[in-house]
């Protein structure tokens, strides 16, 4: 809101021009100009005002220099665009902070409908809701924490609907708005583990027992997934393997070798794999 100002003007001028000879009747009707104490004026002004007031002066010393009568000024019209430009600034203010007033309300009424829809089971409709929240405050800074939710949200019910990809990048969202939202990181390692994600599930639980070192319950889930994360590993590895093989065989067979006569041996220290050939 623009806010105007009233000031109290002190209007008083003395001002005498010195002369040697006596002046014409034209000067002296410029000079003993005053202004009156009766005039219809309150005393008070606005700031477009007091500008308006200051190039009238300026116009009428200029008239004094020139010995000429002051001509007919438009400030008058000048200064009514300029308070209409005031009163239309002050509109637009308005409307942006009761638009962003009502959008904000009408997100957290869509978000509580959502919240509705999925304790019925209707997952599909709680995703509509939720993205006409998240779609209603985008632009808004203030409107982080509830963004955050509504991604969330919609990533408990794409795991409902066994989307997991589409959950994890849900939950990744929230957690970019919020990167201490505990609920998220769960979510998003329930998702992981569903696509036997295991070192991303693991590492998301690893991030919630920072952030609450007494969760049980994630300390639990790392036990239990550390060893599954470390089979994938291997057998990763074995894969990866069995492919070089192949390939190693294709190339190797076309001078009578092949892999076999390649031994890969495992160091148990550091769990790599060296080659040596055996004829």
């Known amino acids: 809101m623009v806010l105007i100002e009233d000031e109290e003007e002190i209007l008083t001028k003395d001002e005498q021009k010195p002369s040697s000879s006596s ?26 005002e007091r500008e308006i007031s200051d190039e009238e002066d300026d116009s009428l010393n200029d008239a004094v220099t020139n010995q000429e009568e002051p001509h007919q000024s438009d400030e008058p019209e000048k200064k009514e665009a300029q308070i209409e430009l005031v009163r239309e600034g002050e509109a637009v203010t308005n409307d942006d902070g009761s638009n962003q ?6 997100a ?34 203030e409107s982080i924490e509830l963004r ?22 849900e939950c990744t969202k929230a957690l970019e708005l919020n990167p201490t939202y505990s609920k998220a990181l769960v979510r998003r390692a329930e998702a992981h583990e569903k696509l036997e ?11 919630i027992l920072e952030l609450d070192p ?25 894969e990866a393997i069995t492919k070089l093989k192949e390939m190693g065989n294709s190339i ?16 148990p220290n550091t769990g790599s794999y060296s080659l040596s050939f055996q004829n």
């Open 101 to 106: 007033e009502k959008a904000m309300a009408e």
């Open 197 to 207: 994600h295991f070192e991303e599930a693991v590492t998301d639980l690893k991030k």
């Open 148 to 169: 955050s939710i509504c991604h969330l949200n919609r990533g408990v019910c794409l795991l409902k609907l066994s989307k997991y990809e589409e959950t994890i990048k």
């Open 23 to 48: 002046p014409s009747p034209q000067m002296a009707a410029t000079e003993t100009k005053q202004v009156d104490g009766d005039d219809d004026s309150d005393g008070f002004e606005t700031a477009s």
């Open 252 to 267: 190797l067979g076309r001078f009578g070798m092949s892999v076999d006569n390649f031994k890969a041996v495992k160091d």
């Open 214 to 238: 007494s969760n049980d319950q994630a300390r639990k889930g790392i036990r239990r997934l550390e060893p599954l994360a470390a089979e994938k590993r291997e057998k990763m590895k074995e």
């Open 108 to 141: 957290n009424e869509a978000k509580v409908e959502g919240n509705s829809l999925f304790v019925n089971g209707l997952y599909e409709e709680a995703l509509s809701k939720y993205l006409l929240a998240l779609e209603l405050v985008q632009e808004f800074p």
